[in-house]
């Protein structure tokens, strides 16, 4: 049976968003894998030449006190000459996606007005064609991020248009993580050990925002295919009846859609996370609560808790449904570490201007050498499940500006740490 015009077409637009995906995977891990702001910027833009097959690049950045643009990075034949060189606010292609905030392709820059020629008259270069998108950190707009000429002669599409905007999200977030760890450099004399801790901490963060912009990019894309997939599964499994030799192939088909369908839903719910409501939360009440839920799953797994809550806890600013989503977490974890029976004991008191939340288990634990990378995303030591837990948990308390601390070692255990400010909403406003 020949393929439709129909199929071919949702063929090519599935490997596109695959082209995509790992284009932005691989443009993760490279600019995760610094945070050195040059060392960021030369990364990602050498992904988006190569996916592209674009001649040269350029990164520009908004100098709100001076009020013009800068050339931060150039890549490509005459990129040494750009470099430093500077435009006025809404001078050419780039100061007008930087004043606008929008982005823009030009298909033949002889026919667009608001194309400034005065960089290639004064480096040499011709440029032909462009896509340029703004740079965003928090909806305040900071630069753009520009390519040049297809190589093959050909325009720029949307869909590298909205690849380079996926890229300009986690550029955003990986510079202005990268300008932190700067002026902590430069304004505290830090050991070497703690500027190592306030580097995983960072590279953590662009990891959460990456999952972040990946979503925003692609997840449409993936979920869609995935659910034609498992309905037409499902319907040849009707169809062809229970004698087939086939069903158990479109059995292990739905299985894995479905697994694929629950981890889009996973990364979604760990983007959507990024909100916080407030309300004061009684804290004892919520535990007391989260308790009784895994009562019965802790007596059939012959599993001993032991419960030590202060009596007098105070009621802090918390979004319930996140802490409590949070708690379930590392309370089922636990009960995963036993199944053999054993003990967890779940402790609350107040510490200082924090809420200390402790749960500690008896079960196989966790190496030690696994230990500094179980917060990262798709890390699992479970042979279920892909790893966004103990994400999701970090998220949840960086969201509250609290603590998280985890101490295990193989065989001996973990526990768990959460502190969590009191009078934190207050603290915000101010």
Request: hydrophobic share 40%; glycine share 8%.
């Amino acid at each position: 049976m020949n393929p439709t015009v129909n199929d071919m077409n949702k063929g090519l637009h599935i490997d596109i968003h695959r082209r995509e995906l790992t284009a932005i995977l691989k443009s993760s891990a490279l600019i995760n894998s610094s945070l050195h702001t040059d060392d960021v910027l030369n990364f990602a833009m050498k992904v988006a030449e190569e996916f592209m097959e674009a001649e040269a690049s350029s990164v520009f950045e908004l100098n709100p006190d001076r009020g013009d643009i800068s050339v931060r990075l150039a890549r490509g034949e005459k990129g040494v000459l750009m470099t430093s060189k500077r435009l006025r606010t809404g001078e050419g292609i780039a100061g007008w996606v930087i004043q606008n905030g929008k982005p823009m392709i030009v298909e033949d820059v002889k026919r667009e007005h608001r194309f400034s020629d005065r960089f290639d008259r004064e480096t040499g270069f011709t440029t032909r064609s462009l896509i340029c998108v703004p740079l965003a950190i928090r909806g305040r707009i900071t630069g753009a991020l520009q390519v040049l000429n297809k190589k093959n002669g050909n325009s720029f599409t949307e869909e590298d248009a909205e690849l380079l905007t996926a890229l300009a999200q986690q550029i955003s977030v990986a510079l202005d993580n990268a300008r932190l760890y700067q002026r902590l450099q430069e304004s505290f004399e830090l050991t070497e050990q703690e500027l190592k801790i306030t580097q995983r901490q960072l590279l953590r963060s662009e990891r959460s925002a990456a999952i972040a912009n990946l979503v925003q990019g692609v997840a449409h894309g993936v979920r869609n295919p995935i659910m034609s997939i498992g309905g037409f599964a499902m319907r040849m499994k009707t169809e062809l009846g229970e004698d087939s030799r086939l069903q158990k192939y479109l059995d292990i088909i739905l299985r894995e859609t479905s697994r694929l369908e629950k981890l889009v839903r996973d990364v979604k719910e760990i983007a959507g996370m990024k909100i916080v409501h407030f309300q004061k939360i009684d804290v004892k009440e919520m535990l007391t609560t989260i308790i009784e839920e895994f009562s019965s799953t802790m007596s059939r797994h012959a599993i001993r808790l032991e419960v030590d809550i202060e009596g007098h806890l105070p009621a802090i600013d918390l979004d319930r449904e996140q802490i409590s989503r949070a708690l379930r977490n590392i309370i089922q974890n636990s009960i995963e570490a036993l199944p053999e029976g054993g003990m967890i004991k779940i402790e609350a008191k107040e510490l200082g201007s924090a809420i200390r939340i402790v749960v500690e288990d008896s079960g196989e634990g966790i190496d030690e050498d696994k230990l500094d990378s179980v917060l990262d995303p798709f890390v699992t030591s479970k042979t279920t499940g892909v790893g966004l837990g103990l994400t999701m948990v970090y998220q949840v308390v960086t969201n509250h500006r609290g603590k998280l601390d985890i101490q295990s070692s193989g065989g001996h255990g973990t526990i768990v740490a959460l502190e969590l400010p009191i009078g934190l909403e207050e603290e915000m406003e101010g």
